[in-house]
């Protein structure tokens, strides 16, 4: 029978290396988010600039009607809601934007009252 080498258990070193890794996957898992949504952009303007020269090509009207643009107009949608998904319904009234509104408000506060002193 062969003898193990076995370290002792140290648990403050176990604690930071699982949330080094732990946090390193959440990046990674935002990072393919990202990733992910860059293609579908990048897909999106090809294939819908595609569509259009094909459409103005091919149709006698031309590509000002609604056909020509259907394809374009429901998958921005579906973008936008990729986009939310990755970015969140945050990034426009995120923490910064709080900040600095409530910021706005205080130093306008401020000049009120130090006008009527």
Known sequence: MENYNIEPYNDNKSRRDFEKEEAYL??????????????????YVVVNIVLLIIIGVNSGDGIWHFGAFATPFFWGIGLLFHFLGVFGPDFIFGKSWEEKKIKEYMDKDKEEYQRFQ
């Open 26 to 43: 959440r990046a990674k898992k935002k990072l393919e988010k990202l990733v992910g949504f860059y293609w579908h952009l990048a897909v």
